[in-house]
């Protein structure tokens, strides 16, 4: 596989995953582009189609640096229909700092409601998190006025 | 390291340690929040490996670093009293006696510490680069309004003379129009280290080391100096030194008030092998428009083959060019520019001054700020303002496509995505405000 020409996300994700240290860092540096292409402006369809590929990533059958990575990337990328699944991983220890994160950046209103109902679900020690990136998205959005 | 304390200065220290030791602040001996010209300044030291040890100064009150063998080399250099030794800097900040600090951390924690010193009533002395995102940037800048502190950022080519020269030729228009301006640099540092993670070592609290970075186990090549080689925590040379680069050509090209747009293009190739991630080369331009002019980084660059040095940056007018060599405490200028007089009525930069180096030049600058109340030469919002350009850089060779970053609204025009780079979440519990 030429990981430098365009390929399917779920590929680069399986290299990235994978055992060859070289392979792996050549799909992490095309996964990146790849995401950051698709979330252009103008190119929705391009990033909602991404984004069902990098969904498929997070849950705990993945090595834990890919779950983080695609978790990261949907925080930029994702949108309504991944919301639900990153959401679920903020019960999971390995992952849900990345899973918070990720829904504290994702541009749709459908993450902060997705945080606001993880408050009744996250053991109540994790509350506090939660809350914080409920206030800290709540800001942000104000200042810098994307539409979601 | 040895400090140029005027005999005044010293008995002043030296009496404040033994007569009052960390009770009370000096601050209550001259005006409220501000030492007197003869009073003592309280520092305490947090990030002290690297640069950060560097401003330890002999009756520093209090030592933080999340690795003891920081600490233990750092009580090393305190020779009046015994300085207290912490790994949470939460608790120089609760202490009432200390008035300010410097931070010499890796470069995702300056904000954060920034930030909470001065609402804790501490002036700053934080490292370069200023911040990693622009809500950062903003945060600091506005706390230090908001609780009337001194911070200053250590790009201390604001404080050396040889840049002060050049400033000079250029301001006085001894180039005519500067068109464009390009800086040369070496490459981003490289591993063929692949990076498996380790224990993390006795006496390091790396989850502290982390902070409000996402998680990433330990590996020696993170932590200290190479943090510089990833995106997480040093986004590389046009961050690191670039900051000081930068700092020197805006203050030649008059651009610290910049409230335009700036279109960014970054183009480069990736690594191939090893843990670090940044960039192996990189080449990044930024555009600016009333006046027009183009300023280049170039990784690697090539030394103008007229002065060649390590890193550096041509100024190209339409009468002459003029090279600059570094930027930091080191730089160097051509003959013309050094024995250049301004003229009267001329424009003449400003300079502490004070017979020191310029990294010490810098310091004292800060502390003349603490007890008179006037803004460093490189106040948190002029660090904010040239750091900007390294951040806009780095997200426009993140994304891949050129950006338009508007300079007034402080956020980027036309690409949802790129705002949604202005920040960085925290890992909980940190929060800047």
């Not at chain 1, 918070?100 to 994790?126: G, H, I, N, W």
Request: charged share 25%.
């Amino acid at each position: 596989m030429n990981l430098n020409s365009p390929s399917s996300v779920t590929e680069l994700l399986r290299v990235y995953g994978g055992s060859d240290p070289a392979a792996a860092k050549a799909a992490g540096n095309s996964l990146r582009r790849r995401v950051h292409e698709a979330a252009r402006p103008g190119a929705r369809g391009e990033a909602q189609a991404v984004s069902r590929e990098l969904a498929a990533f997070i849950g705990p059958d993945q090595p834990r640096h890919v779950r983080a990575d695609a978790l990261r990337y949907l925080g930029f990328v994702g949108g309504r229909s991944e919301v639900g699944a990153i959401a679920a991983q903020l019960t999971d220890l390995d992952v849900r700092e990345d899973a918070r994160l990720a829904l504290e950046r994702l541009p749709d209103r459908s993450a902060e409601r997705a945080l606001r109902d993880a408050l009744k679900t996250v053991p109540a020690d994790y509350r506090p998190a939660v809350e914080q990136s409920l206030r800290h998205r709540r800001r942000k959005w104000r200042e810098v006025g994307i539409a979601s | 390291m040895s400090e140029p304390l005027s005999r005044r200065e010293f008995l002043g220290g030296t009496a404040a340690a033994f007569a009052l030791p960390y009770i009370l602040p000096s601050g209550v001996l001259a005006a409220p929040g501000r030492p007197g010209a003869n009073d003592r300044i309280v520092v305490a030291n947090i990030g002290i490996g690297g640069m950060g040890s560097s401003h330890i100064r002999p009756d520093s009150a209090a030592l933080c670093d999340v690795d003891d063998a920081h600490l233990a080399a750092g009580a090393k250099r305190v020779t009046v009293g015994t300085p207290a030794l912490y790994k949470d800097y939460r608790r120089i900040l609760d202490r009432k006696d200390i008035d300010a600090v410097t931070i010499g951390t890796p470069d995702h924690w300056h904000a954060l510490m920034a930030v909470h010193a001065c609402q804790a009533g501490k002036h700053v002395y934080s490292e370069k680069p200023t911040c990693k995102t622009i809500e950062e940037g903003r945060a600091m800048t506005n706390a230090a309004r908001r609780y009337d502190k001194a911070v200053q950022i250590g790009a201390q080519g604001r404080s050396n003379p040889v840049a002060r020269d050049a400033c000079r030729y250029v301001r006085n228009g001894m180039l005519g129009t500067v068109k464009r301006v390009e800086i040369w640099h070496p490459v981003n540092f490289s591993t063929t280290d692949w990076g498996v993670p380790q224990p993390v070592p006795p006496g390091l609290d790396w989850d502290m080391w982390l902070g409000p970075a996402r998680y990433s186990p330990y590996h020696p090549l993170k932590a200290h100096f190479n943090f510089r080689w990833f995106w997480d925590y040093g986004e590389g040379f046009i961050r690191d030194r670039g900051n000081h680069a930068l700092s020197v050509v805006s203050w030649l090209m008059n651009n610290d008030d910049y409230k335009g747009k700036v279109v960014c293009t970054a183009t480069g190739t990736d690594k191939t092998e090893g843990i670090f991630d940044v960039p192996a080369t990189m080449r990044v331009e930024w555009k600016f428009a009333k006046p027009d002019w183009t300023l280049v980084w170039d990784q690697p660059g090539t030394p103008n083959p007229r002065m060649p040095g390590e890193w550096g940056a041509t100024y190209y007018g339409d009468k002459d060019d003029l090279i600059v060599l570094g930027g930091d405490g080191g730089c160097d200028t051509e003959a013309k520019a050094k024995n250049f007089q301004t003229p009267p009525g001329g424009f003449e930069p400003y300079l502490f001054p004070v017979e020191a180096d310029p990294t010490e030049r810098h310091r004292q600058n800060w502390f003349d700020c603490i007890r008179t109340g006037k803004r460093p030469v490189m106040d948190v919002e002029i660090g904010y303002r040239v750091v900007t350009l390294a951040i806009v850089g780095n997200i426009a060779y993140k994304l891949g496509r050129a950006v338009t970053f508007d300079m007034a609204a402080e956020k980027f025009v036309g690409d949802d995505e790129a705002n949604l780079m202005l920040s960085e979440p925290y890992r909980f519990p940190w929060k800047l405000s």
